[in-house]
């Protein structure tokens, strides 16, 4: 099957990202690679979780403590490079472009629809920084639940679910990946790949937003 060369990338990356979604042999179909640069430099990689992909204005969301190593990367350097890569469906997206904080409504909203004992880890962790013991984080998350009145995250008899949530700490939040370039990539017979690179100019409106140019397009060899 050959890759379509549509004017816009962002269907495919939809279309995509449901097929595996489908799959019960990929695990986090949602999984992307994400590649930053910090104020050395240095560049590095993890995976995280796109939790949302916003069509047609063409970014994703993620969302992390804004103490983490990949924030204060993206605070040196808001640029980051992504890789999606199904290998059950042979297929692989790369993606680039610049990243900035999400809208506060955003990260409420996806904060609010986490499990009661993810939002106290988020209270508890001070994400990428240095601790004693897996025993002294169990602690710190036992007096989080305790100060908003939970019950022990830990304990064998915990429940699953409760009405209660706690708020979204000030210190973590989400970001929008916004694609200034998008590449397909789709095995093929005997290493006759396709790929297929789409670019966009992005130019900033106000503090989450950009104005988008028209997508163009080139087919790469493998």
Do not use: C
């Amino acid at each position: 099957m050959r890759l379509p060369e549509n004017a816009d990338p962002l269907p495919v990356v939809g279309q995509w990202l449901e097929e595996a979604t489908k799959l019960a042999a990929q695990p986090n179909p949602n999984a992307i690679t994400l590649a930053t640069v910090g104020a050395d430099g240095r560049p590095s990689a993890r995976v995280v979780l796109l939790k949302s992909l916003v069509r047609p204005a063409g970014f994703g969301l993620f969302y992390t403590n804004h103490g983490s190593r990949k924030a204060r990367d993206l605070e040196a350097t808001p640029w980051a490079a992504g890789v999606m890569h199904w290998d059950a469906l042979g297929r692989q997206i790369r993606f680039e472009g610049p990243v900035v904080h999400a809208l506060d409504t955003e990260s409420d909203r996806y904060f609010a629809s986490r499990d009661w004992k993810s939002q106290i880890n988020a209270w508890a962790s001070r994400q990428s920084q240095p601790i004693e013991s897996a025993a002294e984080l169990e602690s710190k998350a036992r007096e989080v639940a305790k100060r908003f009145g939970f019950p022990d995250p830990l304990a064998t008899d915990a429940p699953v679910s409760t009405d209660k949530k706690l708020p979204r700490p000030d210190y973590w939040g989400g970001y929008r990946f916004w694609f200034a370039a998008v590449e397909l990539w789709q095995t093929g017979n005997n290493r006759f790949h396709e790929r297929l690179r789409y670019e966009r100019a992005l130019a900033r409106r106000g503090g989450s937003s950009f104005e988008a140019g028209p997508w163009t397009y080139a087919r790469l060899q493998p």
